[in-house]
């Protein structure tokens, strides 16, 4: 094929980021010019910088921070059994699975799952423990918040371990390496790639939650996607909705190239 012709068969691509990804970002970066009069200004970038909202971005990325770290302690392991089992596709379907269901169906599960006459709250019952206040917490948002990430965790990890070379378990073993050795020098520096993909695939969404937060957290975790919501469907403030979102783009981006940066320093090795 010439490189005429790939470009040609590029023109939907292109065409696509123009108009879905280009074209939204600078229309958001223009109403972030706008205060809630109509008029031209820079106060919005200024009023981001006021205590509450530096309150919600260190909120934010805590909780994104906490998402990611559970999920990864919880996909890894789930992975590297997923490639010892038997029947691993269906398996990997069956974790797959959840995800085709609707968000809000899911979150309003949990909402019946941690409620005061919820089963949760039965077996602790029974076990003399007592009702607790589940739902409405922190706890109860980074739950369901793992719960739907996992599976973006597990994907990129298990397709890493998948591409691990058996023959290198073998040689550490055979040269006397111990179990947490192999782990530690060979099986996770090699599946590193996949463990930042995975964390990058929940990282970056889990920043800018707001349903969840309403729902399971009832407005005790407050996040920037909390901003932006309240800022565009409640106060009609949609500058300073916009310079929250800006914001949160400006960091994906930081992110995603940071990551990117640290692969293709080495793959250069």
């Not at 609707?102 to 019952?125: C, H, M, Q, R």
């Not at 591409?163 to 530690?184: E, H, K």
């Not at 920037?224 to 960091?251: C, K, N, P, R, Y």
Request: charged share 10%; hydrophobic share 55%.
């Amino acid at each position: 094929m010439t490189s005429k012709a790939k470009q040609v068969y590029l023109i939907p691509y292109y065409l696509w980021i123009a108009l879905f990804v280009i074209a939204p970002v600078l229309l958001i970066l223009y109403y972030s010019l706008f205060d809630l009069n109509g008029k031209l200004t820079l106060s919005n970038y200024a009023n981001f910088f006021a205590p509450v909202y530096l309150k919600m971005t260190l909120s934010s990325f805590w909780y994104a921070f906490l998402i990611t770290v559970f999920s990864l302690l919880v996909a890894y392991p789930a992975a590297w059994l997923l490639t010892r089992t038997k029947h691993k596709q269906l398996w990997l379907l069956l974790i797959i699975l959840p995800t085709w269901i609707n968000l809000l169906l899911k979150t309003y599960a949990f909402i019946g799952i941690f409620g005061t006459f919820g089963p949760v709250n039965s077996i602790l019952d029974v076990l003399g423990i007592g009702e607790k206040q589940i739902l409405f917490t922190g706890f109860s948002f980074v739950f369901v918040s793992v719960y739907i990430f996992i599976p973006f965790m597990i994907l990129p990890i298990f397709s890493a371990l998948e591409d691990l070379n058996p023959t290198l378990l073998s040689a550490a073993r055979d040269l006397g390496a111990s179990g947490w050795t192999t782990f530690r020098r060979v099986v996770f520096p090699l599946t590193v790639s996949g463990v930042r993909s995975g964390c990058m695939a929940v990282f970056i969404p889990a920043l800018s939650l707001f349903m969840i937060t309403r729902l399971i957290a009832g407005n005790r975790v407050i996040t920037l996607g909390t901003a932006i919501e309240q800022h565009f469907l409640v106060t009609q403030d949609w500058g300073m909705g916009s310079t929250v979102a800006v914001f949160l783009i400006v960091v994906m981006a930081l992110v995603m190239v940071l990551a990117g940066g640290r692969k293709g320093a080495r793959n250069g090795k």
